[in-house]
């Protein structure tokens, strides 16, 4: 089976800085890759994946992620955060059939 | 359009209880799937389906059961509920394998089994 690991549960950020998601999976095959974030009591909405080709991948809202095959890691970044991307963010893995894994996700506060 | 939808919203339940949850889309997608989850553990799939008429178990299959009569609704049913079901429920439909494709949620169900 698949494992993917979110290193942070928590991350506190100041409103405009910079935030770096980490996310590490682990596979010997090649994998598709997803970040998809929830806002409170919401559903699950996707942010961006990596299927193919460039590894730097550009998704909504103005987050992106860079896929890095040799560190088996997927970490989500942007530049400049807002209150409103005050969310829990899932990195989550598919290689094989229609099975499905999710991290366990890192709750991303942003701080006025 | 309203996308996924679940019904209900909330429920309780005495152990031993069963109860049905329902999944409706009107995307026209072929797959749905359902996920619990559970604080700590991300989302984990229990059962899924590749179109009208199938269904395939997940990660986490045991103790529940599912059904797929039309292309638009999944069920996911639980014939006797136990405190370990306590979870937040989300279905999700993809036109093609949510291996490749988009996923779209529903707003969940929150089950509490007592």
């Known amino acids: 089976a698949q494992s993917v690991t979110q290193l942070d549960s928590q991350v506190p950020v100041f409103e405009e800085a910079p935030v770096e998601l980490r996310c590490n999976y682990s596979?010997?095959?090649?994998?598709?890759l997803f970040w998809y974030v929830q806002y409170p009591n919401q559903g699950l909405q996707l942010l961006l994946k990596?299927?193919?080709?460039?590894?730097l991948v550009k998704g909504i809202n103005g987050f992106e992620a860079e896929f890095n095959k040799s560190q088996t890691s997927f970490h989500l970044r942007k530049p400049s955060v807002h209150i409103s991307d005050t969310a829990e963010y899932f990195c989550a893995v598919s290689a094989s059939g229609n099975q499905f894994y999710f991290g366990t996700g890192t709750s991303l506060t942003v701080i006025p | 359009n309203a996308g996924v939808t679940q019904t209900p919203k909330f429920r309780v339940l005495k152990t031993g209880q069963s109860m049905t949850l329902l999944c409706a889309q009107d995307m026209n997608h072929e797959y749905m799937y359902w996920y619990r989850q559970d604080p700590g553990m991300g989302l984990r799939l229990i059962h899924y389906s590749v179109g009208e008429g199938t269904t395939a178990k997940g990660e986490v299959p045991d103790g529940y059961n599912v059904s797929r009569l039309k292309k638009q609704n999944f069920l996911l049913g639980l014939e006797s509920a136990a405190p370990s079901q306590t979870s937040v429920y989300f279905c999700?439909?993809?036109?093609?394998?949510?291996?490749?494709?988009?996923?779209?949620f529903g707003p969940g169900t929150r089950l509490t089994v007592l």
């Open positions: 596979s010997s095959v090649s994998v598709y």
């Open positions: 999700a439909s993809s036109q093609t394998s949510g291996r490749t494709d988009t996923q779209y």
């Open positions: 990596y299927l193919s080709g460039s590894t």
